[in-house]
């Protein structure tokens, strides 16, 4: 399940970006459905129990069909998606639909 380029880093309180190198929008959805599922079938130690955790997830994807004015731009469209999956219900992944060309 690991992706081996991954870059995981903390962005805030609960929020947390994985960043993946040369992937697609549709593998970068399956890789965050991959961790949402591992997630919530996962007994976390708490003290003297274990206790299970969800996690929604925004994705965004930048490559040569979905462009993005800055690193800011690709962030917000990724939390406007994690947004939309804690709207929905929780507990699922959603990736951000936006299809932009790039500039000429």
């Known amino acids: 399940m690991f992706h081996e380029n991954a870059l995981i880093a903390r962005i805030g309180?609960?929020?947390?970006a994985v960043l993946l190198p040369d992937t697609s929008r549709d593998g970068a959805t399956f890789y965050a459905e991959q961790l949402r599922k591992q997630i919530?079938?996962?007994d976390f130690p708490?003290?003297?129990?274990?206790?299970?955790?969800?996690?929604?997830?925004?994705?965004?994807t930048m490559d040569h069909l979905h462009h993005f004015e800055s690193g800011e731009a690709l962030l917000k469209a990724a939390d406007a998606a994690l947004y939309t999956a804690k709207e929905n219900g929780r507990n699922r992944v959603y990736t951000a639909n936006l299809i932009v060309p790039l500039k000429e």
Do not use: N, P
């Open 13 to 16: 309180g609960e929020e947390f």
């Open 40 to 42: 919530e079938k996962t």
């Open 46 to 60: 708490f003290k003297d129990e274990e206790i299970r955790l969800t996690v929604s997830v925004g994705a965004a």
